[in-house]
């Protein structure tokens, strides 16, 4: 187990690794393995690679972001400007489906709605519109209403869980209800708990997935 002072000085090596993270801009603090990032950077891009980034080391059990985006002059743009990038982003994306995202634009800050068939195309839209000029964030309010109703969701993320991560799915416990999913259980790390999470996801007939694992160092 890490201490706070290892845990901040690895933190504070992986931002500095990350060439999309300014590091000097951000500050850490830890306490009882909870990472806190604090300070400003100059666009969303960045905010996002340095939560990325926190994630990747090993021992972080949760993760604040309290970092501030100031955009810099020229990355300045008007909400008219930033929703006429946001749809072409979205009209050229070849993973999001036609005419299934509502965009808004308010201060520089993208909200996305809609409805599509499956979650890697609603991350595919925020994927789309999280690196352009202009955003200061990005809330991504699109469901997931698959089409195709599978007789056993359960059996089916067990199988997928088996194929990738066979220690884990000993170990966790799934629960289906309807096309809603939650898991339960205990993991090693950040990467295995985004892993299942993912695999969960995947599944044909999930329209959500309600993660409640917890990682045990």
């Not at 000029?133 to 969701?153: C, F, H, Q, R, S």
Request: proline fraction near 3%; charge should be neutral.
């Amino acid at each position: 187990m890490k201490t706070d002072a290892q845990l901040q000085k690895d933190v504070l090596a992986e931002l500095a690794w990350d060439p999309a993270v300014n590091a000097t801009d951000v500050g850490v603090i830890v306490k009882d393995g909870v990472v806190t990032l604090t300070g400003h950077l100059t666009n969303f891009a960045e905010k996002y690679a340095a939560e990325r980034a926190v994630r990747r080391v090993s021992g972080v059990k949760a993760l604040a972001v309290e970092i501030e985006v100031r955009l810099a002059p020229s990355f300045k743009r008007s909400d008219s400007d930033i929703a006429a990038a946001v749809q072409r982003a979205l009209d050229w994306n070849v993973v999001v489906p036609d005419n299934c995202i509502q965009p808004k634009v308010e201060s520089g800050w993208i909200t996305l709605n809609g409805e599509v068939e499956w979650d890697y195309q609603r991350k595919a839209a925020e994927r789309a519109v999280r690196d352009l000029y202009g955003v200061v964030g990005v809330t991504n309010l699109v469901k997931v209403k698959p089409k195709i109703e599978p007789a056993d969701i359960e059996r089916n993320i067990t199988d997928a869980l088996v194929r990738q991560a066979e220690r884990e799915a000993k170990k966790l416990e799934i629960k289906v209800d309807g096309s809603r999913v939650s898991l339960h259980g205990k993991v090693h790390s950040w990467a295995e708990y985004r892993a299942i999470q993912g695999a969960a996801w995947a599944a044909p007939g999930v329209a959500s997935v309600e993660n409640k694992m917890t990682v045990e160092l």
